[in-house]
Structures are given as structure tokens and as C-alpha cells.
């Protein structure tokens, strides 16, 4: 019998293993050898613990090895853990449950702390494999019987710290921050390498407020400002730049207000060199993304928006990310200050291409911000950042031109290829960044055009003819990469413009067959008889207008058929032919519908006074319809013809989404 003060483990039913954690069971036990005893031996004197263990007894587990103290230190040869104790660990640490964590309890007790450092063939002690599953439980279990696990690092050189912030684990990772001790976390590459686990695993705040209760941290070295921008220079879904968000989503984004306190909750050791009491220490940063007009106005503003976000969990994921992007900038913008850019640049260089490669423009600006010469800066290829931004097609950084004292010296310089900026522009889009469809065939043209006039505007007028490496000027450049695209923009330009032609033709006959066939008929002198009727009226308005606006709408799309089909028309010409025909075309057929519905309540009203009623209704039905299917179509075509050019105006100034503190904080 067990004494009272004893902890009792009953058995638990356990069932949230999966079968993967089972099956590596078999290959941990299926292979056990001992030097004082034969491979069968040895293997059929554990295998009722294996059996234990993958049935989930854990009280038979308890008496195993109660039985056979031995057991716990026995040595397996097959991949993975080292000894018994650290499989049964393996096995308990997805499990979480007090019973299990008794059991652990136990069994850790009765292993020396040595036995507990020991590393699997990977090179992970017990805990951190429980620090990089969250297993707290565990992981305070194994720390209660030998502190120092915790500065034990993997073969890559990892403490369990980092890999509980890696995989995203909060809790763990406060938790080890407490209870690690003997090393500088904060420090150095570690430091950097904790932060930049935090920013992978998308705990911005966590990271936020680690940068607040330790300035230096990521700060202290060139090294660990490069590894912290490197990661971040990798996750543009981290900015506001690469989020995915639709039209409705991205006008709630704009006109939420963010007004948050981050109070910090991470605990510092006590031999920790940080003014103040850090246990009661409390940092507030508020971020404001709107300025109010009055008080009582913005508190009524933030009350309305906090009780929409109750209401809609949408609305308050939208707020969460919009708050994550400006924690995020934040951070770049602190990581980025103090540097002695004429030394270490070099070494930073990595990280400002790759966000400019991948439109971060939130990154670049401030690297902008915080180095006024990073326009001059080159990359590998000879190129700087505005080059780089042209060629992968990212129109926001290169707007951040208008933030430098640019001349066009600055686009004077060619790469390895011999290509000057104007090249650059004339090039393919990705096939990566066309969306497909009309976007592709038409938008997609209209936009390399302007680009390439917008770029044109920048340069010196003799870069215009200047020739690559092989010899082709950038007007040659852009007609040799977009022939192919041209061909798909004029099939598809022929292709729209003849179904909708076809629709034109029918409406045009139907409507002037109309006005020769009156309702209600004509008398001798070829004058309707309801000529004074209020619906004849309509109707007699609305087939004139039916049937301007179809020969309207076929005489662009003959306009379309008859183009030349060059480089320049699908700037402006062919996307205003589309667009009139398209919006002639829909004023025809709402008002062959208002013509009909006339028709109908002339010849019916007489029995069904209210006809007009379901009449209106169903023939709303196809307006509506042929609404909804081309809009998409002609938004796209306006905006690529008249919405905001490329370059905008130098007026330009402070990014929405990068006016988050004051210069003082």
C-alpha cells in the first residue's frame, strides 16, 4: 500500500494520442539492446512496458517500473530517444492531463538529473521537445528536478526558449523566460534569434513588448539587427502591404481606429539589468491611427467600433490584424535606429532588397527613414532598390522615390545585363502578379504601359534610346517581351467586343421594330391612340433611348474590331471603347425593360390595375444581372485607365499605415 503523503495515480483515461505517436512506439521499443544482455533477451524483458505505454496504462507503467528501477535508464537503439525514460516522455508530452503529469512526477524522481540531460539522437533533451510542443505541464516537472535543462542547447545551437517561441507557444515561452537562468537571453545572437522566433511564429505583441522591457534586445550587434530584419524582410503577410483583403474588408481595415495598451506580461529574472521594478512593470504605448476632433467625440467613436467588434467577430479580426501590421513596423522602425550605417551596411543589404522584392513597402521606407542614402545602396546584380522595385513590378516602393533627393543620376547606373531602369520597365510582368483573364489581357497591358511612360518622366531624356547588352533600346525590349500578350489582348478584345456586339444588333431590331408597332395602335393619320397616356409616354421615351444607346454601343465595339491593335492603344483608346460600349449597353437593355414593362401595363391595366408591380420586379431580374457580371470587368478597365498613375504626385507624404507613433517615443 502506498503512503498517504504519496501522490496516487489512477489509472486516466487518456485517449488524445494519435496513431503517429503509437506507431513511433513500435520503432522506439521495437529495437532495444543492452551490453550485459542478448537483443531477444532484452527486447521480450520490456516489451509488456511497451505494450503499456501504447495502451495508454499508466498505472501499469507505474509498477513496471517500481518493479524494475532499471528500466527508466535503459538504453534503445532505434531512432530517436536514448533511453525508456525519455520515450515515455515523448509519450506523456502530448498528453494534457494531472494524472499524466503525476506520472511524470514520479518518474522523473526517480532519474538522476544527468539522466535527465541526456540528448536523443537529434540532439533535444526531454524538455525541449516539451518546449517545443507547449507541453507546460511537463516542462515544469522536468524543471523542478533539474533547473539547468533549460541552457542546454540543440545541435543547432537552439535553447528551449527559442523553440517554444518558434512554434508559437505563449505561455511555454513565458514561462521559460522566468525559469532560464545562467545564460544571457537577451543578448547577442540569442537575443536576436528570440525575437526573430517570436516574429516567425506571429506573436508580434509578445515581441513588442519584449523590445519595450528590453531596448538592447535585437539592438546590440550588427549581427542581431540583421537577423531580426531578415526575418521580417521575409513576411510581407506580416504588413499591412501583403495582406489579402477584399473591397469591404479593406474599408473596415482603413476606418477602424486602433487605440490599444500593451501591458506587459513578461517576467524578468532578477540579476536582469532593467530600470525599474520589472515584476509590476507596466508599458504603455498607445497608437493612435486617427485623430479625433474633441474628446467626447473619440471616445463615442472608439465605443461604437468596440461594441461592432462584439457584435461581428470579423470586425474584431480585422482590428487584431490591422494592430499586428502596425506592431510590426514598430519593430522595424526600433530595430533600425542607431545604426552606424557606413560600416555595416553591407550586412544589412540582404534584408532591404528582399522587402523591396516583395513590396514591403513599410520596410523599405523605414530603412528610408533611418539611412538617407539607401537609394545609392546596391545589390549583387548592380542594381538599387528602385530598379529592384520596377522590376518585380511593386508601384509602392518605388512611389517612396519621392522620399529621396532623387535625381536621374540615380538611374544612370546599369546593371550586369546592361539594362538601365527604362528596360527594367519594359519587361514581362511576372506571371505571378497577373491575375489572369481581361486583367491579363488588357489591364494588365494598359499598367506596363504607364509604367513605362511613368519611369520615362524620371530619366534623362538620353537614356530613352541607350541599348543593352543586346543592343535592343527599351521600346524594342517592351514589343519583343509583350508580343505574345498583345496577341492574347487583342483575341480577347475581338472576342468580347462581337458577343456584345451581337446583343446590341438584337436590341436595335427588337426596339425599332417597336416604335413602328405602337400599343394600343394608330388611326388614320398614323397618330397612337394613347398618344396622351402617361404610360405610352414611357414607353415611347424609353424605346428612343433603348435604341440611341445600342447603335451607340455597337459603333464602339465596331470601333474595337476595326483597331490597329498596338502597344499604346490598350492604354487608353480600346479600354474607353469597352468601357462606353459596355455602359451603352446597359442603358439599352434597362431601357428596353422600361419599354416593355409600359407595353405590358398598357395592354393589362385595364383588368389588373397593379400588373406593374410583378412586371417591374422580374424585369429588374436581367438589369441587375448583366450589373453584377460586367462590373467587375469595367472597374478593373477604369481603374487601369483613369484611377491614380503610377507615380504619384510629390505631394505625397507619411504612409497611412507607418503614422503610428511620435518621432519622440
Known sequence: DENEDEITVTEPKIRKQTEDSQSSMVSVFGMINSDDQGEDEYYARYWPLYRMIQKNDWRGVEDFVTNDPGALTAKTVAPGSTTIFHAIVESLVDVESYDATCLLDKLASRVYPPTLARKDVYGYTALYQCAGKGSLRAL???????????????????LPIHEAAYNGHKNTFQ????????VDIYSGNDGAKMLSCLIDASLYDVAFDLLKLHPTIGRDSIDSRRIVLNTLAQMPYAFASGSRLGRLQRLIYNCIPVEEEFVSSIQTNDNQNVDGDMENLIVTSKIHSQKS???????????LWNA?????????AIHEQKLAHMQTVEIVRIICKEVIWTRHIGKL???????????????VNEFIMAYNRTAIMLNKDGRNIFDVAVLHRREKVFNLIHRVNYTTNLFLIEGNSGNNILHLAAKLVPSSEVAGG???????LAK?????????KLIHPDMVGDENSSNQTPREVFTQEHKDLVKEGEKWMKETASSCSVVAALIITVVFAAAFTVPGGSDSRGIPNLLHEKSFMIFAISDMLALFSSITSVLMFLGILTSRYAEDDFLVSLPRKLIIGLVALFFSIASMMVAFGATVHISLSHKWNLVIIPVALVGCVPVTLFAFLQFPLLLDMWLSTYGRGII???????LASCDLVAKGN
Not at 533539474?146 to 541552457?151: G, I, K, R, S, W
Not at 506596363?448 to 520615362?456: D, H, P
Not at 504619384?648 to 507619411?654: A, G, H, N, T
Open 140 to 158: 515544469k516537472v522536468l524543471v523542478k528536478y533539474n533547473p539547468d535543462l533549460t541552457t542546454i542547447r540543440s545541435t543547432g545551437n537552439n
Open 438 to 444: 481581361h486583367c491579363r489581357c488588357s489591364g494588365s
Open 448 to 456: 506596363m504601359v504607364q509604367r513605362t511612360y511613368a519611369v520615362e
Open 175 to 182: 514561462y521559460l523566460l522566468e525559469v532560464t537562468r545562467g
Open 349 to 363: 543589404r540582404w534584408a532591404l532588397f528582399t522587402a523591396a522584392r516583395l513590396g514591403i513597402h513599410e520596410f
Open 308 to 316: 461592432l467588434m462584439r457584435l461581428a467577430p470579423s470586425t474584431k
Open 648 to 654: 504619384i504626385d510629390s505631394s505625397w507624404r507619411e
Open 293 to 303: 476632433t474633441g474628446a467626447m467625440w473619440h471616445q463615442s467613436h472608439w465605443m
